[in-house]
């Protein structure tokens, strides 16, 4: 732990003296121009954050670190007799910047080991909830009690100096996410397995052991978990979940706080809830079609129906990609290895095949191409996972990795407390009037 600890501070404290002196030299250049559109549709293309982890291109999609999925699949560590990259790596690539030995991923998987204990009064919160409530919102309630666990909460009471609040940040992002495995097994046991618990594997990776803790044996599903929890990671800082999770940490809210709320954004249709949409739409699709395995027309008729309905075919589409999310190529690729056969995967591809012609021909949608969620339900499928519910816990659980780490860099380079500047329509009217600025 010591080890990783240090790494991060030595690469925190070079970053913070090399934005020092860029700020210094550049502060005042223009990134950008904002618009009054941008202002009133969602800061949309607004160059104001930065984020270390991961950089998303239009056509490129996700990066992290600089480098692409086809490059991380094949740099990062396996598990053992394993062909899929570990999450443990990604996760040490974000946090140092440097791709991990398999000596470094070790090291990360056995302090996450020792630090997925999870306490007791968390559960009773849990099982405080009636059965039928959303697992998100499970989840969210059960971070929430693992709060009184924190660290930083309690060092900052104490009186900490402003140069050190990345330290008990570090080691509440650590034990936070040695413990979320078990938290969303829990919920998934409770919630769908009859309170049938089972108990951690400490011999497993991370993802393996969270596979093992659902009660998923097969040695593929805990390859897919492996994939999973990879490429849902992050996804730059802009995003609900990221931004959400880096808002509040500029408050001096502790990881558990600040997490919490990002997922409460990640539970959001427009966000992660989406991979939950997606196969819903989809096992609707076969219901009225009659059929396991509609043909490409019968897709493609079904799809017009639900854009005549004004929806929106799930899945596809994306505020920034230009073309298939990498993602979703690692998915099918994925099916096309271990279940190349299934009818409920083959349907997504034949989704694929029809859907962005349609959107293409509709001219008013930039991106047609599928996203990550337009796959990940149909290969939890396969193996089991049928409550579709749930896929948002698997969402938070993953994306944990990038917006924790991007937490602790933001206390390490002190970032301040985000405040932008908001406006009113009134004052809007009077500025186009020649009234006077708004912007000061």
């Avoid at 730059?236 to 997490?259: F, K, R």
């Avoid at 859907?355 to 047609?368: D, E, F, H, T, Y």
């Avoid at 944990?400 to 809007?428: I, M, N, Q």
Wanted: charged letters at 25%; hydrophobic letters at 40%.
């Amino acid at each position: 732990m010591e080890i990783l600890k240090e790494r991060f501070k030595a690469k925190a404290d070079a970053a913070g003296a090399e934005i020092k002196e860029l700020l210094k030299q550049h502060g005042t250049k223009k990134i950008g121009e904002v618009t009054l559109a941008q202002a009133y549709q969602g800061m949309r293309g607004i160059t104001g954050l930065v984020t270390e982890t991961s950089l998303l291109d239009a056509q490129e999609g996700i990066r992290f670190r600089g480098y692409s999925l086809p490059e991380l699949g094949e740099k990062l560590p396996r598990a053992k007799n394993g062909n899929e990259p570990l999450p443990e790596g990604l996760f040490y690539l974000m946090l140092i910047g440097e791709l991990p030995t398999e000596e470094d991923v070790f090291a990360v998987t056995n302090v996450l080991q020792r630090r997925a204990q999870v306490p007791n009064h968390v559960f009773d919160v849990i099982d405080a909830l009636p059965l039928n409530t959303h697992p998100m919102t499970m989840f969210v309630a059960g971070v929430m009690a693992l709060q009184t666990e924190s660290i930083f909460a309690r060092e900052y009471a104490k009186g900490l100096n402003k140069k050190d609040y990345w330290s008990p940040m570090f080691d509440d992002t650590m034990d936070l996410i040695g413990r979320l495995p078990r938290i969303a097994a829990y919920i998934y046991r409770k919630k769908y397995r009859n309170n049938d618990h089972i108990h951690p594997n400490g011999l497993l990776d991370w993802a393996g052991n969270f596979a093992h803790m659902m009660g998923f044996e097969d040695e593929s599903f805990k390859e897919l978990m492996r994939l999973y929890m990879t490429i849902h990671a992050d996804h730059e800082g802009g995003n609900v979940s990221a931004h959400t999770t880096h808002l509040v940490g500029s408050a001096l809210s502790d990881a558990y706080l600040s997490y919490a709320a990002g997922m409460n954004g990640l539970a959001g249709p427009l966000h992660g809830l989406a991979n939950q949409e997606v196969i819903k739409w989809i096992f609707e699709m076969q219901k009225e079609l009659g059929s396991e395995e509609p043909t490409k027309e019968q897709i493609a008729e079904y799809v017009q129906k639900t854009l005549t309905a004004g929806k929106v075919v799930p899945g596809y589409g994306h505020a920034v990609l230009r073309k298939t999310d990498p993602r979703f190529t690692a998915q099918m690729e994925f099916g096309k290895k271990h279940m190349p056969d299934d009818k409920l995967v083959k349907t997504v591809w034949n989704i694929y095949d029809t859907v962005p012609p349609i959107l293409q021909s509709l001219g008013k949608i930039k991106n047609p191409w599928p996203n990550v969620d337009a796959h990940s339900g149909a290969l939890l499928v396969h193996y089991g996972m049928v409550e579709y519910e749930f896929y948002t816990v698997l969402f938070a659980v993953s994306r944990a990795l990038g917006v924790l780490a991007s937490l602790c860099w933001d206390r390490a380079l002190a970032f301040p407390l985000e405040r932008p500047k908001s406006v009113t329509t009134d004052s809007v009217k009077h500025w186009l009037e020649g009234k006077g600025e708004i912007w000061e």
